[in-house]
Structure formats: C-alpha cells, structure tokens
C-alpha cells in the first residue's frame, strides 16, 4: 500500500496525462522549477510516468519496471521518496557539505570536510562531460525525486527544494562511512579555526563503539548440494539506512537488493546471473603527508617538494549555516591544499595533507554498470574502473564463479615508507605511482577449496588454505587484522560441503562466539586463583558457575549472555588506552594482558549493573536486548516503557556473524539497536535465480505504514522470506500496482 493512502495527509493527486503534469510544474514554487524550464520538465515527467510501473508486493517491497533504463531511475527515485523522503534528503545535505543548513553551527566542520574534497562547481563541469548515458540517468534521478515533490506538496523538503543532476556525482560510492569521514573533525576545526582543540576520545578510539562492517560469503557449486553457486549478502550498517528495491528495464536492467537512500543503483544485491556483496576493507589508501610549510614575506605560503618550493593552492569555501531563529548565514574560510590533497591538520608544525580517491564519475559508472553484468568476466571488466576505494567484494554468479575482490582503487607505494603513519611530504619517493593493476592485488576466485569470505578482516585467510599470502604484497593491503568473526566464518564454512540456501542462512546466524570462547577461560581462571573462602571469591561465585558452563552462545534465554556482554564491556573500557598504547587490538589485549585483577574488577562491576539494573544476576538476554522504533527519525528516542521486542544475536564486537549494536540510552535500563544486520539476503544462482531476504522492520520509514515494521519478527528469529523476483513470483502477492503520481 502507498503510505500516503493512510497518512491522514490530504495531497494534491497528479495523473500521468499532459494536462496534469502540465498544472503541477505550473504550480511548483519558483525554488523547485524555473518558469522557463516548466514545460520541457513537464514534458520529459510526462514520458517517464507514461512508461514507468511500480508494484509493490506484499512486504511492501517496490519492484519498479521502466521502458529504459533512465525509466527505470524515475521510478526507482520516486518509490525511494515514496518510503523515506526524509534519508534520501539528509544523505544529500551530507553528500554535499551542506548539512548546516538544516541543522546549523554543529555540522559546520564536516561540512567544511565535505567540501574540501568536492566542490560543487568542479562537479557541474564534471557532469557536462559525463556520456550521454549517464545523463541520461542522473537527470532522471533529479526527475524522479523533483516530480515526488510536486506531487506532494505536504513533503516539506529541509533545505533541498530541486535536486539538479549533477548531484549523484557527489555521492557515489553507496558505502555508510566515505573514505572523507577518517579526516578528524576535531583537528580540521583547530587548523581552520585557529583554536586549540584535543582529539576527542571516539577519534582517538578509545571509546567503546560498535564495529561497523559486513558479512560476505560465496559458495562454489562443489561446495553445495545442488551445484549451484550461492552467495550471502550480509551488510552490518546503522539501520534503515538502505532501501530494499527491485529495479528493471526492458533494456536489460533487472537488480534487486539495498539501494543506499538516494542512489540509483543497486549496492549489495543481485541480478539473473550476478550477485555482488560489499564489506569495508581494511586496505590503506588514504593517506597523510605532512607538509613544510614556509610563508614568505608576501604572506604567501609555500611548501618543500624536494628540492622546489611550491605555491599552496588556495580555496575560498563559503558554507550557509542555519541561525536559531531558523534564517541562513554565511560563513567563509579560505581553505589549503597542496599536490598530495587538501590541508586538514597541524602536527609538529607541519600542515598535513591527506590524500583520498576523488573519481566522482568514474566512481558513478562503476556502481551503476557492475548491476548489469552478467558473468565475472564482465564484473571484473568494468572493476577496471579502479573507481572503488572502500569496498572488498565477495561474488558469485550463475556459471559458478565465486571471488574475493579488494578495492580497485589502490596506489602504488614504496613499501619502505609505514603508510598507516603519516609520511614526509617533502621527499618524492613518498608519492603515489599511480594505481596498482587489479591482478597485482590480492584476491581470490575459484579457490580449490570452494568458498570464500570476508567479516572485515584481512584478506589473508579469505579463503582458508588457498588464501593470499601476506608475504607477497606490500603491507598497506591491510590495516585492520584479524577480528573474532574471522574464525567463526571459517568454523561454518569449513563444517559442510553440502550447503543450501537454509544452511547457509544457518551459518549466518550460527550463534557460537568466539571472542567470549576466548575471552572467558581467563576470567575463570583467575577466579580459580583466589584464595578460597575470601570474600570476593563468593561474591563471583554464581556468575562464575554460569560462565564455566556456558557454551558461549548467543541466545534470548540465556542468562550467562547477559552477564558476559556487560563484563566485556567494562573490561574493554578498562583496558582501551593500554591497548591503543601497545598498538593491540582490544580482543588480543584482553586475552593476551589484561591482569586477573582487571578481568575480576570488571566482572564485580558487571553483576553490579545487573543487580541494580534488573534486580538480579541472572537476566535472560532477550530481556535486555532489544529492537525498538518509535518514528520514522533518523536518531531514535528509545524507552523502556514502549513496546520493543527481544533479539537473541549480539554485537559483531564478540564474534556474532548476526550482528546487532545496542546500547543503553539516557532514561533506559535496557539495551537497544540501531546497527548491524540491516539488509540480508541469501541468493541460489541456478537456472532460476532464487533468493531470501529480510529487513530490518520493514521498507518504510513511515510510522503508518504496515511495512514500517512487519519483518520484526522474522529479523529478530533470522527467517528470511522469500524474495520475488521473477514476474511469476508476485502473482499472488501484489498489494498495489501504480504510476508515478497516481
């Protein structure tokens, strides 16, 4: 059902003939649509709502079907704002540096970060160069959501009132962290401010913050019952922040998956015969050179390039900053750059350059044709790209190829140099060389041993035995490590030969964790050292029963869960600095040197928060841990005395393949989430494409709605449901077939 059919909200209906897109450019504000550019808008919104179907089925889900391709994104466009206006707005104000003008004086920094990197100018002009194609597609994107807008007039944009096309070139990529966003905010606002300003803790990673990240797996037919290829799509994002949606054309456009919210592609999903599904690398291709400035007697800077001294490269940035009084004021700064990026620190003196991909069209290209490939050849065809920089890809396709694939966007280094510091500016040889030739990268497809996966961790153990090894590559190929879900992917990939799409949904939400399997030994051997009958061994001693028997997995029911996640947590906390100090992870530090002390200090804080929180030691995990959504805001306001429902799987933090990040809230005992498993999707590739998928709620952001939240349950228990996509799928399961507009 279209949500705005049970909003309440009266709205202006505009059919798809001549005569009423013709009223409704003539009656857009000044702000939405040019007087002189009204009837050309309204002829080329004509044609597309003439050729453009949307059905959505019974979930909700919005299975766009267009003539052409560019029809197809009109559609897609306006289904997306049809779900949540609201995210593909503020996915915008971000994506463009201008977040302030909603939300004023606290989003002035990054936006200056923003538009440090893009500049709105530079995009125009990339844009008039772009081939006719993909013209042809963002001005249908800026049709799609423009034509939401004037036919409803109740949707009260915050600040953009036209979306233009060259706007999708700024936000191109589909990941939920840029690679702009490891710039620290505090740090540019001291450089830019003059102000003297220390790193917070969250950027100096010392606070206790939930990973973000994925799951990917692909299966070889060897490695299935039915010999068909099998891939897991697994992303781990703040939720609601993709779209579910099917998008088809008849010139062969035909992808289903989780769109990001305004975007017109599909960025972990599948095709007839592709599957692709993207995790966040832990490749280092962002880089800092830290610069030897020198201002001469002019005023103007300079900095040392061997044995020259270049000119710096000024910018005026001039941001529109919201008042209280809700008007706009200008703010200007003059910003910095030299051959290696834009100036976005001062350490020891020296400006620091930080040095990022910036392929804004390539970038597009790339995510919007690998949804149209038809086999790896293909796919790898258009990663020559090289226009993917955060991204590892696991892919699977219908003539049984599977691969592990690293971003394509990897410069070339002199090894001698730790890139993961930040390096002499001043001396050439730390300068990129170009970008690295994808075979030269590691990766993995076809591997003899029939799977291959990736949690976020290094590539080295990507595919067990037939992984890369690190020996031959240069070490900024990783920078993250292992991580606990690691060996669990491994422990579920490794227990069969015989996979089907239900156990490999089984092995996504397997519920072994293996930090605690880890972790927990300890503890319970540094309770076994105290000396017997002292009073702390008593006092530990019902929890300490309950941890030696655990089998350390997840469940609603178990109370040994609840008592583990709260003394993980506090022993994080305790040994966070230490760790960061000794350049160890925090699982390797508490297992490998966290003293007995520290081990039993937290579990005693761990049973006090129990007791004064729950009334006891012993509280079933589901009652602690829960799924809440009040409304459709984008930072949810939890309570304890609104209905909620409990979810058995834990923070990819200890190991959980299903990951769910939740934490208390000011004036909330209970823990609740708002990341992790958002989006996930099994998918069979035999001759018949099949899949299953769940969202986390539901597709709309819309209170109203009946698909705000009618996949709770089945996210909560990991029963995904059926995904239709083939045309023969729906029968039976259409709840509404419409137009644009109507």
Known sequence: MHHAQFTGVSRRRVLGTAAGLAVAAAALPAATAVAADAAPTAARWRRHVARVTITRDDWGVAHVLGESDADAVFGMMYAQAEDDFNRVETNYLVALGRLAEAEGESAVWQ????????????????????????????????????????THPEVRPRVIRRFEPWMPLSFSEGSIGGDIESVPLSRLEAFYSGRALPMTDEERGLTFREPTGSNGMAIAPSHTRDGHALLLINPHTSFFFRAEQHVTSRQGLNAYGAATWGQFFIYQGFNADTGWMHTSSGVDNIDNFAETVVTGDDGRHRYRYGDELRPVTTKQVTLSVRTEDGGQEERRFTTYATHHGPIVREEDGKWIACALMNKPVDALKQSYLRTRTRDYD???????????????????????????????????????????????????????????????MPQVVNPKNGWAFNTNNWPWTAAGDDSPDAADYPRYFDRFGENPRGPQAIRVLSARKDFTPRTLIDAAFD???????????????????????????????????????????????????????FWGEDLWAMTARAAADAGLSGWDYMADRATDTQRLDALGTAVARLERDFGSQEVPWGDINRYQRN??????????DKPSVPV??????????????????????????????????????????????????????????????????????GELRRVYFHPDELTGHVERRYRPGD
Not at 133 to 138: K, P
Request: aromatic share 12%.
């Open 631 to 640: 409304d459709g805001a984008i930072v949810q306001e939890f309570s304890d």
């Open 511 to 565: 519920p072994y964790l293996t930090a605690f399997a880890r972790l927990i030994p300890g503890l319970v051997a540094a309770w076994d050292a105290l000396p017997p009958g002292s009073a702390r061994k008593k006092r530990l001693s019902a929890p300490i029963a309950l941890l030696r028997d655990w089998d350390t997995r997840w469940s609603a029911e178990s109370t040994a869960m609840s008592v583990a996640v």
């Open 111 to 150: 936006d200056l970060r923003q538009r440090l990197y893009l500049d709105h100018e530079e995009l125009k002009k990339a844009h008039a160069r772009c081939p006719a194609w993909l013209r042809a597609l963002t001005q249908a994107w800026a049709d799609g959501l423009n034509y939401y807008l004037a």
């Open 378 to 440: 293909e796919y790898i065809g258009i990663a020559e790209l090289k226009a993917n920089s955060s991204n590892n890809t696991l892919f699977a396709d219908s003539r049984g190829d599977i691969a592990f694939l690293m971003p394509q966007f990897m410069p070339k280094r002199d090894d001698r140099f730790d890139y993961l510091k930040t390096v002499d500016g001043s001396d050439p040889a730390t300068d990129w060389n170009g970008l690295h030739s994808l075979a030269s």
């Open 648 to 717: 058995p799987f834990a923070s990819s933090r200890w190991g959980s393949l299903a990951s769910f990040g939740a934490r208390s809230y000011p004036g909330t005992k209970r823990y609740y989430g708002t990341s992790g498993n958002s989006f996930v999707a099994v998918v069979e590739f035999g001759p018949r494409v099949r899949a299953w998928a769940v969202t986390a709620g539901g597709v709309s952001g819309h209170p109203e709605s009946p698909h705000f939240a009618d996949q709770v349950e089945r996210y909560a228990s």
